[in-house]
T-cell receptor
Framework: DTGVSQDPRHKITKRGQNVTFRCDPI?????LYWYRQTLGQGPEFLTY????????KSRLLSDRFSAERPKGSFSTLEIQRTEQGDSAMYLC??????????????FGPGTRLTVL | GNSVTQMEGPVTLSEEAFLTINCTYT??????LFWYVQYPGEGLQLLLK?????DKGSNKGFEATYRKETTSFHLEKGSVQVSDSAVYFC?????????????FGRGTSLIVHP
């Protein structure tokens, strides 16, 4: 068990550019979550996948945000036409949910995005 | 909707003091409850959890008891250390509707002085 990994750890970009972040979950986990965290706040849920299916995406912040998990393993989060307000920490988490088991999430270290 | 309310920080203590961080929740279903800890510059780490009423989660000297009657899950530690300085998040996962969309509190910063 190598834990959840995220890449890159830090990203600095100019306003208007597109950025893509990658998350590799714990290998046997079937659920993968994306969150945004701003300074002094708790994680804000964005979207999640069960295997390759995106089951909830209504909380993505705008249509500039999109996520994929093409083969049910790693996932990518893309932000198009970045704005300064997108500057935040983007967290990924994974969990194994089978039947009625508790959804215990394990978090990656996050990707810190700075939009200039 | 679901919500989690934590006491505002920062909480500042001397080493070996007793710690309590209050957490209350509202949920439509019968949630599982969690405490996560975040050290500076890092992601969240699961500290402890409880899945049903009167369960006590514990880890590294921290404890929290799931109190359904008061909808609370307060975090306690008998003797804090400088290394416990971090931000603590209370969270719930509500299986109502099968979505499990988690809800986090805003976090409580703990500062422990030698």
């Amino acid at each position: 068990d190598t834990g959840v990994s995220q890449d890159p750890r830090h990203k600095i970009t100019k306003r208007g550019q597109n950025v893509t972040f990658r998350c590799d979950p714990i290998s046997e986990h079937n659920r993968l979550y994306w969150y945004r965290q701003t300074l002094g706040q708790g994680p804000e849920f964005l979207t999640y996948f069960q295997n390759e299916a995106q089951l909830e995406k209504s909380r993505l912040l705008s249509d500039r945000f999109s996520a994929e998990r093409p083969k049910g393993s790693f996932s990518t989060l893309e932000i198009q036409r970045t704005e300064q307000g997108d500057s935040a920490m983007y967290l990924c988490a994974s969990s194994l949910v089978l039947g009625g088991t508790t959804d215990t999430q394990y978090f990656g270290p996050g990707t810190r995005l700075t939009v200039l | 909707g679901n919500s989690v309310t934590q006491m505002e920080g920062p909480v500042t203590l001397s080493e070996e003091a007793f710690l309590t961080i209050n957490c209350t929740y509202t949920a439509t279903g019968y949630p599982s409850l969690f405490w996560y800890v975040q050290y500076p510059g890092e992601g969240l780490q699961l500290l402890l959890k409880a899945t049903k009423a009167d369960d006590k989660g514990s880890n590294k000297g921290f404890e929290a008891t799931y109190r359904k009657e008061t909808t609370s899950f307060h975090l306690e530690k008998g003797s804090v250390q400088v290394s416990d300085s971090a931000v603590y998040f209370c969270a719930l996962s509500d299986p109502a509707g099968g979505s499990y969309i988690p809800t986090f509190g805003r976090g409580t910063s703990l500062i422990v002085h030698p």
